[in-house]
Structure formats: C-alpha cells, structure tokens
C-alpha cells in the first residue's frame, strides 16, 4: 500500500520537476513533498500503524523515495540557477571594446564671439564694461539723449513702448545717460547689449539686433583722442593695414558727430563684393559728447568733454563673415552656426 502510494508520488513529483521553470517553483515543489508538513512526512508519519515487519520494508522504500525526490529537485535545482547565471551575464555583458560616447561640446555663438572680440580690443586700452536694462525709460533713451521731442525714431512705429514712460531700448546710447549719472569723470566705458526696433525682418533688417556703446569722458578730451581710439580698434578688429575715414554725420547726442568708414578688409580697398565697389564700409557712428548730455548727468561742461561711439555688431559679423541674411544668426540652425566653432 505505501509502496504504491511512494511510488505514485516519486512519478508524480518527477513530472512537476520537469515543468518547474525556476528555482523558487522547485523550492516550493521541495517543501510540499519533504518539509515539516510534506506529502513524505505525512507517509513516514503514518507508518507508526505497521507491524515492524511492514515498517522496515516501507521504511526503506520510503526513505529510497526520498533521496530520489532530493536528487531530482537539486539537479533541477542547478539546471535553473545556471540558466539563470547565463541569462545574468548576457545582460550584463560589457563590451569594454565599444567605442565611447563623446558628449557634445557647445561653442560661442558667432555674435557673442563677435562682442567678446570688440570688448576685448576695448578692455586693452582700459575700458571698463558696464551694462544697461534693455527695457529702459522714455527719458533715457530719448530726452536725456537730447533727442528732439518731434524725432521720428520716437514714432509707435519705429518702437516698441511697454507704457507711454517706458520701451524697449532703440538703442545702447541710453547707457550713456545712465553711466554720467553715476560714475564721476574719468570715465572709460563699453556697454555690448540687445536693442529693439519696430522692423519687419528681412535680409538686413531684425527688431532685434546688438550693439556696443562706448563712451569716454575727461579732461582735455577731444577729437583726436575720439580718431585715435576708433582708429586703433578698426586696425585690432580688420587688420594692421585698415585705413579709417572719418565722414561729418548727425546725431542728437554728439556734436560733431561722425560715420566712420573702414578700408574694405576684403580687398584693401581696391573695390569689390563686400564693400560695394566703393573700397570703404561703414561701420560705426561716433561724435564728441553734446554738452546737453553731460548736463543731465550733471558733468561740469566747461571742465570735461567727452566722446561716444555705438557699433552695429550684426553689421561687423555679416561683413567680416560675409554672411548675406541677418536672419541666419537667429534661426539657429547647425549647420550654419557649426561654421563658427
Ligand atoms: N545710437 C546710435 C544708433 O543707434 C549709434 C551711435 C552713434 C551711438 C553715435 C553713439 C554715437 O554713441 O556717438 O544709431
């Protein structure tokens, strides 16, 4: 009787260990069968019931029983904990071999290595940097500029006003009211920023762009020191031979005011696609500080003169680039940019 009940569960068992796909499924099958309250417990249990005769034959198959169910779950057991270590180590498989991942390193945007150029040119001849909000005041950037109360550029049109007192700035000259205001003479400064105008983008025209202001205030400033100063940084920024000419222009915050020109870097002046066939371009506007101006920073007019210059620096990158649409410095696109790295 319980040789047959053995044997029933030796077959039984060995076809759940055959199907058993992992080690915790054996376990279990390994507690259901030998544990405390397993199947061959119970049997071995029971057997107290038999003559001694019957339990010693019972009692060896049994116990013949168990170390069959043992082998079968430890073999099986191995056989899963080692499909289990190979699946393990194909998935962590490193192949040491493989080439790295280069992260991508970012550079300077034209325009900013642009600004740097121009504010390092400047610094060397001991100019400070100093900045200005790009949402300014009507004062600021109007009236303390001596800017007529009737000048076109004050039109809605022309720019953008957040109230009636207030706009975004037209230009970087409203940094020159600011800096009288609070530096005392002498006074060496640059300011690089965003300016805003109302314009509809086109190839040279974006409503926003940048320029960098200077402005230098002292005693005995005059002229020569405005031709002399200008004259070096065009030779810094295009090349030792750049000639510089000096045209009569007008602005409200300078007099006299001035454009400059610059021999054409691209032909020496000969004449050609970038300047225009003339041998000259245009690159910055400058005059000696209007005495109306240095009054609103309260600078003593009869002992400090000063002069001013604001550059284009868009106009600087398309020229020296020979870039031909203002709009590809905005777009952002890679593979015009990649061309500056
Ligand atoms: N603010 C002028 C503009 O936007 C440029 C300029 C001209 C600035 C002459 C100056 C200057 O400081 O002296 O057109």
């Known amino acids: 009787m319980i040789t047959d009940q053995l044997k029933a569960i030796l077959e039984e068992t060995r076809n759940q260990i055959k199907e058993a796909t ?3 499924r054996a376990e279990e099958l390994r507690v259901k069968l030998l544990g405390k309250k397993g199947q061959l417990t119970e049997i071995l249990r029971s057997m107290k019931d038999l003559t001694p005769e019957e339990r010693k034959e019972a009692g060896k198959a049994a116990n013949e029983t168990k170390a069959n169910i043992e082998t079968l779950i430890k073999d099986k057991m191995n056989e899963l904990k080692d499909a289990q270590k190979k699946l393990r180590l194909h998935a962590e498989r490193l192949d040491v071999t493989e080439p790295g991942k280069w992260p991508k390193i970012g550079f300077k945007h034209p325009l900013t290595q642009i600004i740097d150029e121009m504010t390092d040119i400047f610094m060397s001849m001991g100019f400070e940097q100093v900045e200005g909000p790009e949402v300014e005041t009507v004062f600021m950037n109007f009236d303390a500029l001596n800017a007529d109360k009737f000048h076109p550029s004050r039109d809605m049109t022309d720019t953008f006003y957040i109230t009636d007192k207030t706009l975004l ?20 400064i640059i300011s690089p920023g965003r300016v805003y105008r109302c314009d509809t983008p086109d190839a ?22 405005l031709k002399g100063t200008l004259a070096e940084f065009a030779k810094q920024m295009f090349g030792q031979d750049t000639k510089t000419k000096f045209r009569p222009h007008h602005f409200p915050f300078t007099e006299p005011s001035a454009e400059v020109d610059v021999s054409c870097f691209k032909c020496g002046g ?7 066939g003339s041998g ?19 600078i003593d007019t009869e002992k400090y003169t000063g002069f001013a210059f604001g550059i284009g620096v868009e106009r600087i990158a398309m020229l020296k680039y020979e870039v031909d649409d203002i709009r590809l410095f905005y777009e952002n696109d890679e593979r015009f940019l990649k061309q500056f790295k």
């Open 270 to 276: 000969k004449g050609c696609k970038v300047c225009k």
């Open 22 to 24: 992992s080690p915790e």
């Open 204 to 225: 040279t025209h974006s409503p926003v762009f940048h320029q960098v202001e200077g402005l230098v205030v002292g005693e005995g400033v005059t002229m020569a020191d």
């Open 169 to 188: 700035r037209t230009q970087t000259s409203p940094v020159q009211a600011r800096t009288l205001l609070t530096k005392e003479p002498p006074m060496k």
């Open 280 to 298: 000259w371009i245009e690159i910055l506007g400058c005059g000696m500080v209007h005495p109306n101006v240095l009054k609103v920073g309260g």
